[in-house]
């Protein structure tokens, strides 16, 4: 369930991003809000209301800063 | 918002990072690593409790037994058994307790009249191997003294360090309280002056140069962790400040200054009364139900009162399950489970929740390793925030049109912050070695004092040594090397410490050891890789630094 959650959660952040910016797409917004939820709630399931919330926030932070900043790694040493 | 309003916010963002930047980067690096300070690394730096047997409760409950009968009448008052390995524990140890001291002589007693005495409470420890339960060490005394000379180790000496920089109460636990609220005031302003934060979530421009790439590393780590560093701020400001202010502040208010009072009101548990009919006490079955409460919960230690009477309790330190905080389960000396609650269950409202909720959001240990790996990456993010600020602030300085401050000023700026923050990521790792040392080559009786020596002098030798060099970026490659050569260094040190256990151990069920030493291994080499690459990358841009202009000018 908590990889599920993960998987959801990644997909939802790719639905943000457009052009190395946060989209404004409704058409974006509206999967990225519901695979949150679904996130959400698996980690909720998983871990109790209280706990997955906070397990939510703390991977939602990580995974941003690692999908912002992967490309960079792929890059590095290519200039 | 009025550009003169941000452009005040955005100096004073400047400046607080730039006051606090240095301390808040060794509180947060050394928080991150803090957060697989128990059991892990507690576990790492003591191989004999990496793999112990399941405890065996009907053992304790003779061993409580046998030496309650060893012990003056009035120290069963309260007996505590605490655990091996649990928590900071390395042996089982039982405690019986006379809260109120040993007994008052009759022609010292107060007339009648007068306040009566209160001696300090006294205590006798009795330490058992966790593999055969026999007897190790016993220890008598005042309870204060007792705690005061216990003994630790790497683990309880880093995570003391995150807590309090090891300068006690009030000055360490105030300092870190105001680190955090500084925190808080970073990320309000930095919110501010970030206008188009928004649009800024996905950009990261690392190729074009360096002070781009380091401004949008600053900006992308200090967005997506935005949540996660606002809960780490207040709840680290509310824990360094809640001893040093809240505490004596609530207890003026409500409690005419008794500290104690008001703590024991929201926190102690209550005591039996005694009924004087003898029934002996099932610590093994409570100890037994506990273990089966939730599935992954952990029992620290277990406190009886009335022991040996109808009326006896057993309170029992629980971890884990679905609860984020810690809590209490009590039953009664039939080992009937009674019920469970939080340490500050009894405030009315939402405040017990909270105030139960700071230590496990803090540190991250509330739903096993998964959230503890989370924890941790996000706490070097949050040191590499006031990193990236301050090499902002120092790039855009030196390469203002008009610089503010002397390119000497900048240089000595740019020196501190590598033997600062270099330092303190070499002492930490330092750690692991120097315990080993300490503990098994030099043979110790308490590694905890000794191990003060390799970590400070190493950040002192670091931090003058900054000052020293002729090139401070040449020196922060060097120390990024050496911070390498130390990750790489744990796995082989360990499989010396441990040697053929480690396999047994790893056979055993017992993985976060040998997980603690691949992670470092595998940090260590992306280490050494990653700097080989960024040092290619940085020669073929032409980034100006302090060493080029102070060159340039010939000064």
Redesign the interface.
């Known amino acids: 369930m ?1 990889i599920l959650a993960i998987l959801l959660s990644i997909v939802a952040i790719y639905f ?2 457009e052009n ?3 989209s404004s797409k409704l058409t974006s917004w509206l999967p990225a809000i519901f695979l949150f939820a679904g996130s959400i709630v698996l980690f909720c399931l998983d ?2 209301v ?2 997955g919330i ?2 939510f ?6 995974l ?2 690692i ?3 992967l ?2 790694r792929f ?3 290519k ?1 | 918002m009025k550009s003169k309003t941000i452009k005040k916010l955005y100096t004073l963002h400047s400046w607080v990072g730039v006051i606090t930047g240095i301390l808040l980067f060794v509180i947060a690096f050394t928080g991150a690593v803090s957060v697989f300070g128990r059991p892990e690394i507690k576990l790492w730096a003591n191989p004999e409790i990496r793999a112990l047997a399941p405890v065996d409760t009907v053992k304790i409950e003779q061993l409580i037994e046998e030496y309650s009968t060893k012990v003056p009448e009035h120290y069963k008052e309260e007996i505590i058994v605490f655990l091996p390995g649990v928590r900071s524990s390395t042996g089982l140890f039982i405690m019986f307790e006379s809260h109120h001291g040993d007994p008052i002589p009759e022609d010292l007693k107060v007339a009648e009249g007068e306040a009566p005495k209160r001696n300090p409470a006294v205590a006798t420890i009795f330490e058992f191997d966790p593999n055969t339960y026999e007897l190790v060490k016993e220890k008598s005394g005042l309870v204060s003294e007792l705690f005061a000379n216990s003994q630790y180790d790497m683990s309880e000496f880093i995570v003391g360090f995150h807590a309090d920089l090891h300068m006690g109460r009030p000055i360490g636990l105030l300092t870190t309280g105001v680190l955090g609220l500084t925190m808080m005031l970073s990320i309000v302003t930095g919110i501010f002056i970030h206008r188009k934060i928004l649009g800024q979530f996905f950009t990261f421009r690392p190729r074009k140069n360096n002070s781009l790439m380091l401004n949008d590393g600053h900006k992308a780590i200090g967005m997506w962790g935005l949540l996660f560093n606002s809960v780490i701020a207040f709840t680290g400001a509310f824990l360094g400040l809640a001893i040093v202010v809240l505490v004596p502040a609530a207890a003026f208010v409500s409690f005419g200054g008794d500290q104690d009072k008001l703590i024991e009101t929201f926190t102690a548990v209550q005591e039996p009364v005694i009924q004087n009919i003898a029934q002996s006490t099932s610590v093994s079955a409570a100890f037994e139900h506990a273990f089966k409460l939730e599935e992954g919960t952990t029992v620290d230690r277990m406190t009886i009162m009335g022991y040996g009477d109808k009326s006896a309790m057993m309170y029992l330190s629980v971890r884990g399950g679905e609860s984020v905080a810690a809590q209490t389960a009590v039953y009664n000396a039939d080992a009937e489970f009674q019920n469970i609650f939080s340490n500050f269950a009894r405030l009315d409202g939402y405040t017990g929740a909270i105030l139960d909720v700071m230590f496990p959001l803090h540190f991250g240990n509330f739903g096993g390793i998964f959230v503890k790996l989370i924890w941790a990456i996000l706490g070097l993010g949050t040191a590499l925030l006031p990193l990236t600020g301050l090499m902002l602030w120092m790039e855009r300085g030196v390469n203002a049109a008009n610089p503010r401050y002397s390119m000497r000023t900048y240089q000595r700026f740019n020196r501190l912050i590598v033997g600062g923050c270099g330092g303190i990521v070499i002492a930490t790792i330092l750690l692991f070695p120097s315990n080993v040392f300490l503990k098994y080559v030099i043979v110790v009786d308490n590694v905890g004092p000794a191990i003060w020596w390799p970590f400070f002098g190493s950040w002192l030798a670091i931090l003058l040594g900054a000052f020293i060099v002729k090139c401070e970026k040449k020196f922060a490659r060097q120390l990024v090397v050496a911070t390498s050569i130390l990750l790489m260094a744990v796995l082989p040190i360990d499989l010396v410490e441990s040697g053929k256990e480690m396999v047994a151990n790893f056979a055993y069920g017992h993985q976060v050891s040998l997980g603690i030493d691949i992670a470092c291994l595998l940090m260590g080499v992306y280490l050494l890789k990653a700097l080989k690459k960024y040092s290619v990358n940085t020669e073929k841009q032409a980034a100006i630094s302090v060493n080029n202009v102070i060159a340039q000018e010939g000064v």
């Open positions: 908590t943000l991003e190395n910016a946060l871990y109790g209280m706990r906070f397990v926030i703390g991977l939602l932070s990580l941003g800063t999908v912002t900043l490309p960079y890059s590095l040493g200039t």
